[in-house]
Every structure is written in structure tokens, then in C-alpha cells.
């Protein structure tokens, strides 16, 4: 017999599902190395992100949302299957231009969940999830019908003779050496090596609504994905956005990505399917705080990238569905390993056969009631049997079994963030983040013990249930394997230099 709420629940999807004659379009928009406390509707004085504050004052704004990695490759391959990373293999670390693995083809992403229900389906901006011999971990191979965008970060390959602004001011820093230059590639084919970062996100926004516009003139559903580059260092902007916030370079490339979501919000009005598309939002990763003022903020939370604080994996997160999502604010937790389940449950598609770590979150974003989520299990950048989880959050408590600090959170005055050994703790620190979401004050007395019983016991719980995949990023590398616009020129990378208009 289903409970009050589940009815509930069942009877607002009954009622989305019957208002709309066509199925549910889905637009995922993910940033990168985003803080917590990046967006002006999260509480930034000088970020002008217009687009996205209205998305947060229209839609449904999260407080508690959390990625599983506090790095790109190992986020993106959690975010596209609802499964950790660790089961996938995308660990340690990330994926790089000849890395010789890539996110497994037997994993089901969620564009592959989608297309089974008849969805069309791209993918415009950074993959980090492979390219490998004769690109077999490119999108085209993982369930997305096409693709625009660089396949990697794009500081992996040298740019400090590349411009990031306008009229010819060069990158800051000198990203990764001795490889190739990073390619612009379409579907699987390059189109220009380097990428022209000054027209980059013009070609994006122009492919982005050619694809939502082609999808409705056709009446495909479509599920659209821009995992942008924005705001990972090196920070670029174009002509139209250079200068234009009062937040400096990240301010500037943080208001071309904003840019960048108001022209596909522009194009779903246009071609009138803003009521019939769920649009979600988060980011991939914390902030940077090593790059200082050109780096990103966390907000209230402590330490940032590459760090299982919270500063390094609570994310903001936005959902949007004109008509459907009541205007708000939920505490609910909830983790970027959810989309799948929920997009699939909106489509009508069954979920793949495979042990997910993903809920349904319907409940929440139609009916603001609380998550199904429990727990959120906080990984390091390397994780391993031996360590397992470094921390884990039940209801509002978190307790820390190991701490490390990161390089990539260095130069903030709190020393834990930039505190390379490993610390283990028994009994681990405990914080109640509703009340110290900065993670502050340890709850070390014995009135506690209770908690940490019920976390340890959902600690066990998880890992007795996780089965270690192959480390796809072990695998090694492969300079023959970076994506070069002439193959087989010599002498490589510096041969590998292709211009066309985008």
C-alpha cells in the first residue's frame, strides 16, 4: 500500500505528464571548477549572472547538492551514469589527451537511457571522459547523436601563446607542456587546432540552438548536455563579455558562460518549449583557490578543489520547468549521481541493469518534500579499497575517517586546505553541517556516539556493495593517441596546427 506522500508524488508526475502533448525535452548545464559561493544568486557581490539568478528566483535552488569527485574526469563519469566513479574506473585522477582509457563503452550514460525512448541528443563544450585509439570514448560513442567542443580541459595543452581576450591578450600561465595544442573537434573529426577561445562560445551557443531548434522542427524530444570549460583556468572570454565584470577574468568568463545559458533559454522561448523543458544545473567541482582571485570562491564552505571537505564537492545546483517546478528553495540532499534516475523516470525509460548510486528526485523538485538520499560519500582524488570513503554525510552529519589537503586549495589562510599528509582520524571528526556548514567545530564528546554508530553502519552498508572497476586512468598514456589535426605529421605536437572557420 503506497504511503501519502508516495501518492502524492505519483499524482503530480501523472498530472506533468498528461499537461504536455510531446515528451519531456532535458537541458543539462554543468560548469566547471564552480564554487559554492561562485553565483550572485548564491551570494557573490560582484558575479553578474543574470541568467542563471533567474533560474534560481523561477526554479528550484538546492542548498545540499553534492558531485562525487572533486575533479573533472571522475565528476562527469558519476554525473552521465548515476553510478560512482569507482565502479566505472575513472579513477585516480583525470583523463589526459593520450590517455589510452576512457569511460567504459558497457557503461550506460544517460543520453543512451534517453535515445531508447526516441530522444535526440548533443553534447556541446568539455567530455573529460576519453578520446582513446580512433576516438572509441569520443560522445558519438557514448549515446549523444553529436558533438561540438574540445574533449578535455582545455589547460591540457600549452597556451601561453594562445589569446584569451580581446584584442590579443595572452593566457595566463602556460597549462600542460609537450603535448598537442587542444582541438575544437565536431562529432569526430577536429575542426581547428588550437581552438580559438575569442569565438569559442559563440560556436557553442550557435550550435546549441541549432540543435533545440532542428530537434522541434523535426518533434524529436531532445536532451541537450553543455558541460561548459568556464571557469576552469586559463579564464577566456570574448568581445562580448572581455572586461564587462567588475569580478576581473573569472568574472568575465563566469558572465560568458551565464551568456551562454540566457541564448539557450532565448532559443527554447523562441521556438516554444521553455514549459515543456526541465533545465538543470551544477557544477562539475569546487574552486580552484590556488589560482587566488582567478580562481573561484566556495562560499561558506572550507578548502576547495581536489579536497573532500565541502568546499570541494557541494555544488550549487539549480532545477527549472516553468509550470511544473514551484519557485523555491529545498534542503533537500541531493547529488549530481540522482540525474540519471530522474530524467529517466520523467522520459518514461527504464533504468540500465546495473547497480546505481542514484534516487529519484521527482518528489523533491515537484513537491519541494524531503530527498529519499540519506547519505553522500566523499571520495578522495585517488581512491583506493584500502582508504575506501574518506567521509561520509548522514541527515546533517558528517564525519571525516581521513583529511588531506590539496594543491589545488593552497594560498587560502585555513592550513588544512594545503596539508598534503594524510591524516587518519579514530573516532573521526564530526560536524553538524545545518549548524557549522564550514566544518569548524568538531563534535568530540561522548553525546554523539550515537550518530557516528548510525555512519558507520551506513559506511559498511556502501562498502559492501562497491566493486572497484578497473582504473581506466591506470591504463597509462599514449602521445600517439593525442588528437592531432594531421595525423602522422612530424615532428608532433607542433605539426599538429589546423585553422578553419568555425
Known sequence: IMDLMSVIALF???TAQCARATPLNFVLLFADDLGYGDLGCFGHPSSLTP????????????TDFYVTSAVCSPSRAALLT?????????????????SKGGLPLNETTVAEVLK????????????????????????????????????YSHDQGPCQNLTCFPPDVKCYGFCDQGVVTVPLMCNENIKRQPADFLQLEKAYSEFA?????????????????????????????GADYAGKSPRGPFGDSLMEFDGTVGKILQTLEETGVINNTLIFFTGDNGPELMRKSRGGNAGLMKCGKSTTYEGGM???????????????VTRALASSLDILPTFAKLAGAALPDVQLDGFDMTNILLNHRPSERQTIFYYPTDPSEKHSVFAVR????????????????????????????????????????????????NLNSSEWDSVLKQIQAAKEHFEASMVFGESEISKGRDSALEPCCIPN????????HCTSAL
Not at 548515476?82 to 593520450?98: C, D, F, M
Not at 557541494?314 to 523555491?328: L, V
Request: glycine content about 8%; overall charge positive; aromatic content about 14%.
Open 489 to 496: 605529421c612530424t615532428p608532433k605536437p607542433e605539426c599538429c
Open 51 to 62: 541568467n542563471l539568478d533567474r533560474l534560481a528566483a523561477r526554479g528550484l535552488r538546492f
Open 12 to 14: 503530480a508526475l501523472i
Open 116 to 151: 531508447s525512448k526516441g530522444y535526440t541528443t548533443a553534447i556541446v563544450g568539455k567530455w573529460h571522459l576519453g578520446v582513446g585509439p580512433n576516438g572509441i570514448y569520443l560522445p558519438t560513442r557514448q549515446g549523444f547523436d553529436s558533438y561540438l567542443g574540445i574533449p
Open 82 to 98: 548515476g553510478r560512482y566513479q569507482t565502479r566505472s574506473g575513472i579513477y585516480p585522477g583525470v583523463l589526459y589527451p593520450g
Open 314 to 328: 557541494r555544488e550549487p545546483a539549480i532545477a527549472y520547468w516553468p509550470g511544473s517546478i514551484q519557485p523555491g
Open 209 to 237: 540552438s541549432q540543435f533545440i531548434s532542428d530537434a522541434v522542427q523535426n518533434n524529436h524530444p531532445f536532451f541537450l548536455y553543455y558541460p561548459s570549460h568556464h571557469t576552469h583556468y586559463p579564464q577566456y572570454a
Open 394 to 441: 548522514w541527515k546533517n552529519f558528517k564525519a571525516h575517517y581521513y583529511t588531506r589537503g590539496a594543491s589545488h586549495s593552497r594560498s587560502t589562510p585555513d592550513r588544512d586546505c594545503s596539508s598534503l599528509p594524510l591524516l587518519h582520524h579514530d573516532p573521526p571528526l564530526l560536524y553538524n553541517l545545518e549548524s557549522d556548514p564550514s566544518e569548524y567545530y
